[in-house]
């Protein structure tokens, strides 16, 4: 059981370039998200998904894109990079949005901008 | 909007210590409030849950305690470790909310 990963670990991307990142879970999780983790700013929500084939605006959506189409993973895309994005990315599962239920992270994807 | 505010930002005590960690957020309607432990370099752990309904919850050495009429969440640490050594992430989740808002975290040093 491999809780959730994230592919690439790190990346570096030059201004306008584009670049996925990948999501996968084994925990047969309905719900999936995608956070930015800032200096000074913390942990806010990019996308998130409620189930396969959807997908829903966050906080910080601007920029990225996000793709569901199996259940077991969730895609980031970068379209054409800015230094803006610079940033460390996590994505989370969770069983559902229930009180009781916490969100699982992966490792985190850190990606720099030049 | 929702806002969460972790005092102090780094806090440095001796191995054997307990400590408070402290939580506070602005708008008392939440659905949960959570802790999170982050090592350098690492994603998020779960540590404790507290849901709106309750007051508190204990995992080990670990107590996190939730006062929703003054905003507020502690997270105490009994006997301190040097492996406790991290950062502590405070987040709620507001009431038909489907994210979590995060605090920017305590980064904790235990000293052997």
Known sequence: NAGVTQTPKFRVLKTGQSMTLLCAQDMNHEYMYWYRQDPGMGLRLIHYSVGEGTTAKGEVPDGYNVSRLKKQNFLLGLESAAPSQTSVYFCASSYSFSKADTQYFGPGTRLTVL | ?112
């Open chain 2, 1 to 112: 909007k929702q806002e969460v505010t972790q005092i102090p930002a780094a806090l440095s005590v001796p191995e054997g210590e307990n400590l408070v960690l402290n939580c506070s957020f602005t708008d008392s309607a939440i659905y949960n409030l959570q802790w999170f432990r982050q090592d350098p370099g690492k994603g998020l752990t779960s540590l404790l849950l507290i849901q709106s309904s309750q007051r508190e919850q204990t995992s080990g050495r670990l107590n996190a305690s939730l006062d929703k009429s003054s905003g507020r969440s502690t997270l105490y640490i009994a006997a301190s470790q040097p492996g406790d050594s991290a950062t502590y992430l405070c987040a709620v989740r507001g009431q038909g909310a489907q994210k979590l808002v995060f605090g920017q975290g305590t980064r904790l040093t235990i000293n052997p």
